[in-house]
């Protein structure tokens, strides 16, 4: 499957799929229907070991430094969840809903909390299944061609024919309400609670969210409309009303990502804050209120009613954005409407709906915006607000700690019942050990790798230089009359000294006005014109130039690589004359100055979604630690969006407040670097339907030709698949620097789980990289990763990858409960694995099933129009043809068994293998305990989750 996903949603569970291969569609059809109608921990007997693996278990181990007994809960979901319960905003949205919600199943965490699933047994499991997961109480959406449709569905009623109908399955939500009191006995319900930050943050301020119930019955389309539209002035914009009212009060220090919440059957408003003081959230709450009783005392302005009709026209046209299949993406919107008993097209009638607001608009102005604000938000009761202040070292939400719970659990048993229940744990990985028989093998449907296809997918690219500029444009067959517009400049002058600028510079240039705008009035053009701009960073390896006798598939030295920054966005056709416009603006006419308190406003924002980013996402931030120490594109990444970008943006925050003249002059200096760069450097990327390219040509020739300035000074920008790139010499000593020190290392963070990662150099420069080895490590990853971490240590999940540009093989473990056990699997891994393909002639299932899941991989999903034409650009810099795609193809395809053999020798003597873990100071501790060899340089990332 070229995309998996089981989504568990307050009042739905939904089971999705998508393949680009027909046989594997039918596959995944099969699969998906035989493990809903069929689970085996419902129909088979002694299948309780699953709950044990999934759920939670007490395993014990020999602590070898003192000889004795150690205990701990285990399981792979309890786990997960741990992990997202150190999102401080997590917490505070199911806290949101409990307060809001009393009756209905929104009140619960979606996926459970931690002590929830301690407390469920396999009963309970067995119970909701019987009640719930039957033919009646689904709904199932196919989309793709007419063949693949018709016959999904014919696989669905061969499963529900089996059933009989059934009434009266109480999974309907109802609308809930609350009985309102005269305002002079209101308060507004109110939860205060803890959530873990670090010990430095001990004396940090508050977050607080406010949050209405918007609607008590079915909305129309027009209210709908309604709803959008208001929140985009009210929130969502730069300078929306509650946000500038709240930035500009002083009573909290950063917006929390909130707003409207559309996916429920009651739509709810939120409005979040942090870096609020102590007791004076309802202080904030006041000025929300104030924000309504403007808008109700003088309404909302035609400029800002028509630059958010536009966003949200934007919103609702253009479903088809981004990397998910368009399929689960139409699937998802019709649920929002389906699953609660309307109409599945309902979902696409918002035109209708828009229209009728703007006649309403021309009779009336915004009173019926301003109604809905009254009655939703204004003048309702159903409302409530939570608080979390800091609390270092708390764990987990949970009444009682593992120990504690560990220790109540064996006073209450005998001593017999006690060692009963530690074999739950052994019996999980006696299962996971068992052989899989021929018969059960063969009973699941799978794909052959001869059955897949061997054609490349043609990049449709088409280029030209115009205006010494490269042209690019990408015709795509639906694009719902958008025109996807980049504007990208090239960065290699910049002083590689500067790359961690380049994050806060991305968003001054959108959100500090221009110098014929002010920020309001950029702001509002762009809700006009487009359907939303952001700033994008590439900086990828491209193939370097070759005489022919050198394999194209190599591990180059890393020198040849493109920086750019893209400017995207979109547009209708109408509207392009005013987007290049705007492109002009942003990128050739900024300020000649930046805003103090806004830069202050910006960093602070960085920093925040940065520390939350390396809590919540702690994989990745491990795997990009590692990744710098091997390759200079490595090094590029973490200087962008990495451990060392916190450091340094923490360092810009220090120099804003004591020296703001130079950091600014510095910005300028930067600004005035990119934009007067050499046009050979820039690109422009166009995608859309045949027609919308065909009339977009004359603007983007006026574009080119009348409003990007020409720089006769500028030097052209050299070659990257010719010469290596400027910043080469500086990334060398940086790297020259950290593999000489060659240390591990380990990064404290407030979180309940750990994120432990291992990478090493697996092929050197300049020697051949082979398909077949991502099939290895994908192999690893799915079958001793999987069983290992995943099944006998718990963790959430487990990655391995082999980069073939740089040669290094990584392996990352997600949400893990002990650091040591999986540093131990890592070790073993060399000689732990491959038995079942050194010792026969062909490879064996398991191999075979890697093959067809790394070339999913390398397909990739179907690609919505604004990715199709970025990727086709990006194939392009990176000098990638069909060809060289088609080659690394067919190697996958191709792997046979000598090149696990060859992985296999390659594994043993791996260079410079290096861990980075991220983890609480309890988990580091234990390790010690548990393995003191172990050498870890120590970090406490100071993660203020107050910001």
Known sequence: ATYLEADVHQDRSVYSGASRHPEDFQNIMQVYLDAVFNPIIIQEADTDWIFDQEAWRVEAWLLESDNTTQFRINGDTLNQQKGRYSDSQHVMETYVHQNLFKKSSYKYDNQGKPEGILALEIKDIRAYYAKYYHPTNMQVFLFGDTDDVIGGMNQFDTYASEYEMLGGIPSEVEFETIETVPWTEYKVPTTSKPFPVSRDEEDGDNMAILSWVVNHEEM??????????????????????????????????????????????????????????????????????????????????????????????????????????????????????????????????????????VNEMQMNGSDFLVEQMNNGLRNSQHKAIVELYPEPEFDGYMSESDQERIDNLKDNMSEDEWI??????????????????????????????????????????????????????????????????????????????????????????????????????????????????YFDILHEDVVPKMDGTVDPFTVFDGSHFFTKIFLRGKTIQTHLPDYFELVNEIVFNMTDTFDKKRVNIILDELIEELEEKIVHNGAEYANRRLQSRFSLHGLVSE???????????????????????????????????????????????????????????????????????????????????????????????????????????????????????????????????????????????????????????????????????????????????????????????????????????????????????????????????????????????????????????????????????YFMDLLKVIKDASVVALGSKKEFEELEQDDDSYELTMTELTIDSTR
Not at 499 to 521: C, D, I, N, V
Not at 713 to 728: I, L, M, R
Not at 871 to 879: D, K, V
């Open 639 to 901: 200087r962008l969006d990495g451990i060392d970008s916190l450091n340094a943006l923490n360092v810009l925050l220090g120099e804003l407040r004591g020296n703001w003249e130079d950091l600014n002059q510095r910005l300028q200096t930067l600004v005035r670097t990119i934009s007067g760069g050499h046009r050979n450097g820039m690109v422009l990327n166009l995608v859309g339907e045949k027609e919308e390219l065909a009339n977009a040509v004359p603007h983007a020739t006026t574009f080119l030709k009348d409003m990007v300035p020409r720089n006769a000074a500028a030097t052209p920008f050299p070659k990257p698949h010719e010469g290596a790139h400027p910043w080469v010499p500086a990334i060398r000593d940086v790297l020259e620097s950290r593999t000489s020190k060659a240390v591990d290392e380990g990064f404290i963070i407030p979180t309940e789980v750990s994120y432990v990662g291992f990478a090493g150099q697996l092929v050197e420069d300049f020697s051949p990289s082979k398909g077949s080895m991502a099939v290895v490590a994908k192999w690893i990853q799915d079958d001793y990763l999987y069983k290992k971490l995943v099944v006998e240590g718990g963790t959430g999940d487990a990655q391995c990858t082999y980069d073939y540009r740089h040669g290094v093989l990584t392996m990352i473990s997600l949400q893990d409960p002990r650091i040591s056990s999986t540093l131990a699997s890592y070790e073993k891994l060399p000689n732990a694995v491959g038995q079942d393909i050194l010792t026969t002639d062909k490879l064996p299932p398991t191999a075979r099933e890697a093959i067809i899941s790394t070339i999913a991989d390398y397909d990739g999903s179907a690609p919505q129009p604004d990715e199709i034409g970025y990727t086709n650009l990006r194939e392009y810099l990176r000098s990638e043809s069909t060809d060289y795609k088609a080659g690394w193809r067919d190697e996958i395809l191709n792997t046979e068994r000598e090149d696990f053999v």
């Open 220 to 357: 129309d389309q027009k209210t709908e409309m309604a709803w959008r539209i208001l929140d985009v002035m009210l929130l969502q914009s730069d300078t929306s009303r509650i946000r500038k009212k709240l930035e500009n009060s002083g009573w909290g220090k950063d917006m929390i990502s909130t707003g409207l919440r559309t996916d429920t059957k009651q739509w709810t408003f939120s409005v979040g804050l942090k870096g609020v003081k102590e007791g004076l959230v309802h202080n904030a709450e006041q000025k929300v209120g104030d924000v309504f009783i403007t808008a109700n005392t003088h309404g909302f302005h035609d400029d800002e009613m028509r630059s958010a009709f536009n966003t949200v026209e934007f919103q609702m046209r253009d479903y088809a954005t981004g990397t998910h299949p368009r399929g689960v993406l139409l699937m998802n919107r019709i649920l929002s409407k389906w699953r609660y008993g309307y109409a599945p097209e309902s979902a696409f009638g918002y035109l209708k709906g828009l229209q009728q607001l």
């Open 420 to 533: 009963d229940f530690l074999t739950v744990a052994y019996n999980v990985k006696a299962e996971n050990e068992k052989e899989v028989s021929e018969e059960a093998l063969a009973a699941v449907p799978q794909l052959d790798p001869g059955q897949l296809s061997v054609e490349t997918a043609k990049n449709a690219l088409q280029f030209s230089v115009e205006e010494d500029i490269l042209v690019t444009t990408t015709e795509v067959k639906s694009s719902f009359d958008i025109i996807h517009v980049d504007f990208g400049l090239d960065l290699s002058w910049v002083s590689f000294d500067d790359l961690f600028l380049l994050p806060l510079l991305k968003r001054l240039l959108l959100e500090s006005g221009t110098a014929t705008y002010s920020q309001s009035e950029l702001d509002l053009q762009m809700g006009r014109v487009t359907g939303g701009m």
